[in-house]
């Protein structure tokens, strides 16, 4: 196999079939020039310590050693950081969006310049034990101050990686701090949460188009804390609509009827192509819809009913549903009189 470096700089194979994938390219992007310029500056400090035998002390200045092995470290630990800075930039942006590549470089920079700087003290023989408690005072201080920003910053870091949820996804989110008032109706209780499409996430926020149109940023550490269903890969849902019935009316050829209208069986196998189509798409005969009474008062019944659909809206379900019923109430169902009595 024959390799060398190409225009741009970057170490390339000319056999393809036995070249690395593209992230180990990158790696090996990273490690050979790091190498190489340690072993150019290893050999030039060594050179450098074998000759200074020859000067006598009064010609070299005390601890001249030590800023010279400071001066290699500074500029050996700069150029290493702006080649891990341009490569990793690369590695990143084909994992995250441009800007968290972007805020994951600066955070990668800041520690190594953080630690090329504690090595230059220790060259130099500079006690960096106070220089460290009074970081430590500063950062306790700090850590108070920013409580909240840090708790987003480290949540940000995990719905990123560990992928809960994407930019694109259909979520519901039920969390006590947003919490909502109950409804009053007497349908089924929905579930206390704000439902939309994730647009955005970055390190502090996360950016959701509500379905009633409305944009919602919620802080990260809010999400970490919260219930949230997810609705991307969901292939069909339970849809479940209650309402209210007058004890005159005859459960048995109610249930009959409504059960051949969402099948499409009966009565309603020859409804129009445009309605059967709906349906169709609406409701899944396997399995089938079920329909019961679930609660009774003096003077009516409760019905529940419960179909599987493929579509994660449940409101179009629920329109069909509750029309058909209203629509056999006043006995003009399928255009002809109900033949329950009400």
Known sequence: MNNNYGKNGEYEFKDKKTAPS??????????????????????????????????????????????????????????????????????????????????????????????????????????????????TFIGVIFGIAAQSFLSNLLAGFIILFGKPFK??????????QYGLLMSTYQHEAAKPGYTGVIKDINMLFTTILEDSGFTMKSPNNILMQALVTNYDNTKRRLVRVRFELDKETDFENFRNELYDYLTLSGNYAGISENDSKIIGDLIEKNPSPVIRVIDVSLSSYFVAVEVYSPQLYDDPVRDLILTFVLKMKRGKTNGNESKIPV
Do not use: C
């Open 22 to 135: 593209a992230p180990l390219k990158r790696l090996i992007n990273i490690i050979i020039p790091i190498a190489l310029l340690g072993f150019l500056f290893f050999v030039l400090f060594y050179v450098i310590h074998f000759y200074s035998r020859y000067f006598s002390k009064n010609m070299i200045p005390k601890g001249y050693f030590s800023i010279i092995e400071a001066i290699f470290i500074t500029i050996f630990g700069i150029l290493a950081i702006k080649i891990i800075q341009k490569s990793s930039y690369k590695i990143l942006s084909g994992y995250v969006s441009e800007d968290k590549a972007g805020f994951l470089r600066f955070l990668l920079s800041f520690t190594a310049y953080f630690i090329l700087v504690l090595f230059i003290f220790t060259t130099l023989g500079i006690d960096i034990s106070n220089i460290l408690l009074g970081a």
């Open 167 to 176: 930019i694109g996804d259909r979520i519901t989110i039920v969390t006590w």
